[in-house]
């Protein structure tokens, strides 16, 4: 590992505090160095805060160091004015005379700009380092700005016989198929994503609150495929725990594939990434669409004998983990 690639990846590394709180901006991590040695770390705040590249130059007492300085970071700093000024104009003020960056921000508004104004400057910029796994990183936010579209996962449990709910049931509330700890994962993935998608069916058999309940952090919006609007008021994901967002038939036309409308719908609505959590015909109609990026299956240690069988679907296997018995695997969609 090179030393440009060794500070890239620390920069990764503490982007990933802004995991679930920067949406709809990147999280991205930025660390300064001079004669070899960290002097400063920044990542991106809250949206509506600081970039990380401001947090990194701000948490630098002597701001006269920074004319030995390289700043590392994982994206292109931005050269336009939004909720805040532009990164790549604080590096410039304060003479920063080296910038090494992971990928550059292909988003129409910044698109090269950055590097391009730091290099007017005098700056020595350096691209591309460790960037399939800064692109991966910011997969979110490139999903968003390329395929206009919020980044897609699928999500659900399954038996061992391969079903994810039972025949039949006897009270209007979930079946557990993995134990506690598993679905304590699933309440941190829900803080980490921006919604949270289910069909009507999933919303009547198992009136579900689709929150965080199990893990600190932000709630996702929840989205409820409703097509005539029948859901009962009373259902918990129409409490005041989150926001709900209802797509009915004044939302899309269900006389014509129902994925593609509602990422749209999504994407108008600034929200980057989406966790479909169900039902076997929700999950199977993005499936069909082909409008999925990432799939994460658990296997429970249960059987059911019969059943809702699980969705079908190809995609190439990403990672494998024994959770206390339970199996997670995540899928990559080719």
């Known amino acids: ?146 395929k206009r579209r919020p980044y897609v996962i699928l999500k659900w449990a399954e038996t061992k016989d391969g079903f994810i709910a039972p025949e039949s049931k006897n009270e209007i509330a979930p079946v557990w198929i993995t134990h506690a700890h598993s679905r304590q994962w699933v309440h941190k993935w829900r803080t980490e994503e921006q919604a949270i998608l289910v069909g009507t069916n999933t919303v009547i058999e198992d009136n579900p609150s689709l929150t965080a309940r199990d893990w600190t952090g932000l709630n996702p919006v929840r989205v409820v495929i409703d097509r005539e609007n029948k859901l009962p008021k009373t259902s918990k994901i129409f409490d005041d725990s989150s926001e709900t967002l209802v797509i009915n038939k004044s939302t899309i036309d269900f006389k014509k594939p129902i994925a593609s409308q509602i990422c749209t719908v999504l994407f108008k609505k600034n929200i980057n990434s ?45 990672s494998e983990e024994n959770i206390q018995g339970d199996i997670l695997k995540i899928y990559q969609n080719d």
């Open 1 to 146: 590992m090179t030393v440009n690639e060794h500070y890239i990846k620390r920069c990764i590394e503490i982007a990933k505090n802004g995991l679930g709180i920067t949406r709809p901006n990147p999280m991205v991590g930025c660390v300064i160095v001079v004669d070899n040695k960290i002097i400063s770390e920044g990542f991106t705040s809250k949206y509506g805060g600081n970039h990380a590249e401001v947090n990194a130059i701000n948490a630098v007492e002597d701001k006269s160091i920074l004319k030995q300085a390289t700043l590392y970071v994982t994206l292109e700093p931005c050269s336009h004015y939004g909720k805040t000024p532009p990164c790549s104009d604080l590096i410039i003020k304060h003479n920063i005379p080296k910038v090494v960056i992971g990928c550059v921000d292909d988003n129409k508004e910044v698109a090269g700009r950055g590097i391009k104004r730091l290099m007017e400057a005098g700056v020595d910029v350096i691209v591309g380092v460790l960037e399939d796994e800064c692109r991966q990183h910011h997969k979110r936010f490139f999903t968003f700005h390329n």
């Open 274 to 318: 989406v966790i479909i959590e169900g039902g076997a015909k929700t999950l199977q109609t993005f499936i069909d669409e082909n409008l999925w990026d990432e799939a994460r299956i658990f296997t429970g240690n249960t059987f059911f004998g019969k059943g809702v069988k699980a969705p079908i679907f190809k995609g190439k296997l990403f």
